[in-house]
């Protein structure tokens, strides 16, 4: 809607009383914040994640050797840092990782309708490289872990990889400058460079709910999907009665298909999900074969540029005082919002499900999610939405959930309450030079330089972690980082050195820069609680992303190759 569209302030007012009213709701909830969540599981509930997907646990013995990169993770920020070492001539590079295979959340989501919605020709990298085009504008789960399958085979990555395999501690010794790797197979592995590519969302999380391990039917979260039980098309839920905790992104995808084959389906939904339209098409041949090479970079150029706001929009915002720049960002969100409410109103044919489906929030206050089939999938008789309105599920019995004292009996509970987020080290204690240990270096504050060096861990980079730059596309992100990596480290072993590690100035420098470009505006702290604003805990200001743009935060990546000696110390 054109900005003359508008409709009068008081209208927008109105709208943001209520995105307050519904957010003030919820923290009164749960103060705790994102301690409601637990990802160390114990007794009954430690299976949630283990691997389902493995046919066998490969026996192996215990290794004990030396390697020059020791990767800790398998996905694409493994494969995209190893493609540009094996350009630099890196020989020795291993892959250590959980899961039976490369591909980290390809590997471990394979739920029913798992897809990437950031159009495929953008989010699988490589494909000049690959000389890849994929078949459809967004790839679903199998054909993108098939592309990182055939990254790790181009790259001759399988050979030295370790897999089903938890590294548990990375710890530095000074005397031989290097790094000595634990894991849970008991291997004794060292390497000169450690890279921490462990992903943003990997390590799945469940909510603290009362009586969870005495529910007495079957549970699995989404990223651990258990096709023995439900089948490979899902078709042994045609008796059972399914319920599924949560609403957001995966569950979105998710819905539709266990709606289409479960007897009953209970969604319990705590917060509904924006949901927009999802135009997806074929890949069409005649484009596909007039590609010339090189056309991935070209294009990925383009979109970069066309995140800038155009001339047209900069002349307008440059017309216009903060406050009315501001405003007229929050009219058109709300526009969009109302846009989004009406498809649910002209969808959902129960007037009841269709207003308990609405998001009171602005958007991207939680991940925007794009479904064409999610709103119909409520009008189906044997689907059912338990609106727990902002409370959530915070008791399960023997039988079931239970929301104001009715108890849902179910044969089947899904857990799509999402991942620890930008951890670095999950299950995998990480201890620096003079034994300082990464989380207490932490405890009072994210410090590092760009998100992925952090002073007193030499040779150690991190990938996905709090201080790099948010891109709705992240393999924009794990792109240019893998670069910087391979740059440093190419830089370490031409110039003769041996270690490379932050200076303290460095990373003072950045700590400002992060906290600089937070908090500008009210937004994350006005947003209703999520992962994105730390479930309303959003005074955590140096522990968010850098939010200073993608392009900038690559542009500083960049400029440091040229001033190495001046942001690291190197011996
Ligand atoms: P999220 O963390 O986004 O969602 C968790 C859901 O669980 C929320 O709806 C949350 O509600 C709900 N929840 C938590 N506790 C309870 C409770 N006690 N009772 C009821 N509901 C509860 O996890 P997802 O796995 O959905 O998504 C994680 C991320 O993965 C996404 O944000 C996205 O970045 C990525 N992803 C991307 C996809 C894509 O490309 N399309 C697809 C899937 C995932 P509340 O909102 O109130 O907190």
Known sequence: MAAHERQPQEYYDAIKA??????????????????????????????IADDPYATEIVERDPIDDEVEVLIIGGGFSALLTSARLREFGVESIRIVERGADVGGTWYWNRYPGVACDVPAYDYLPLLDELDYVPTHRYAGGQEIWDHCRAIARKYDLYDLAVFQTTVTSTVWDEATGRWHIGTDRGDRMRAKFVICANGTLSKPKLSRIAGMETFAGHAFHTSRWDFAYTGTNLEKLGDKVVGIIGTGATAVQAIPHLGAQAKELVVFQRTPSTIDFKEDWPTDPNWARRLQPGWQSKRRERVLRAIEPSEDTKARWAAMTPEEKLRDQEQANIDRLMRIHRRIEETVHDPATAESLKPWYMIMCKRPCFHNEYLPTFNRPNVHLVDTRGRGVTEIRPEGPVFEDRVYPLDLLIYATGFEVQKTGIWNRIVGRDGL???????????????????????????????????????????????????????????????????????????????????????????????????????????GNYNGGFRNYNAHLISARDRFDRLFELA
């Open 18 to 47: 209520r995105f307050a009213e519904e957010r003030d709701l919820r923290l009164a909830y749960r103060p705790e914040g994102t301690a409601q969540f637990v990802s160390d599981l114990d007794g009954d509930l430690a299976r």
């Open 437 to 543: 240990d990464l989380d207490g270096k932490y405890a009072d504050g994210i410090r590092t330089v760009f998100g992925i060096h952090t002073a007193g861990f030499p040779n150690l980079f991190i990938m996905g972690g709090y201080q790099a730059s948010f891109q709705f596309n992240l393999t924009d992100l794990l792109a240019v980082q893998g670069d910087h990596i391979a740059a440093c480290i190419d830089h370490v072993r031409r110039s003769g050195r041996d270690v490379i590690d932050a200076s303290a100035d460095a990373e003072q420098w950045w700590v400002d820069e992060v906290i600089s470009n937070r908090g500008k505006t009210r937004f994350s702290e006005d947003c209703t609680p999520g992962y994105y604003n730390f479930e309303g805990e959003f005074q955590r200001r140096q522990d």
